[in-house]
């Protein structure tokens, strides 16, 4: 970055042709327009345009450095593709928590699952469970051995099961404990 720094203040003091001057001023104005374009990205819905706006205005702005001079142009495309990165992690973190992306994602309008209200009885934890009309409670029985993965028997219909824990031999009585979207978890019914 010092090194920059000193190249900048080099071309300030030195006397520089005026053809070149231009494209100096060209090129920082440019990268300065780049990321004020990618801020605007990030905050607003805009699809992706202006964040191809954003990435024009970077190559533009090196491209001029690289007129300027080729040591100026190689340190823009090193800081451009070095900030890349940052700047994509950046966005990838802020832009969830943004209003379009809240309304966008319909994240206020969910209830969010914890561990607590997951496994409730009754309560579908995503469309695919609620297509499959199993309930946690079923009961059913195995018509393979679950390895943990088998087939069973429940409410008149054969669904792929877990084993919740360990394996379940054929022909052992079950209840479903957990679904978990199209995932149905079994365990064998207690005696008694």
Known sequence: ??????????????PAAASQTPWLVWGIVLLAIAVALFFVEVFLP????V????GLAAAGGVVCLFWR????????????????????????KVAPD?????WIT????QEPLTPQNRMEPGRPVSPEADNHRIKVG??????????????????GKREECLARHGTIEKGTDVRVVAVDGTEVYVAPVEAG
């Open 69 to 92: 001079d080729s040591t100026l142009g190689l340190l823009a495309a090193t800081g451009v593709i070095l900030a890349l990165p940052f700047a994509i992690a950046f966005a990838m």
């Open 106 to 109: 319909l994240k206020d309008a």
């Open 1 to 14: 970055m010092g090194l920059a720094f000193n190249l900048l203040a080099q071309t300030a003091t030195q």
């Open 98 to 102: 943004t209003p379009f992306a809240r």
């Open 51 to 54: 964040g191809a706006a954003a």
């Open 138 to 155: 079923a009961k059913g029985q195995t018509l393979t051995p679950l390895f943990p993965v088998g087939t069973c028997l429940i409410n």
């Open 46 to 49: 805009t699809g992706g345009v």
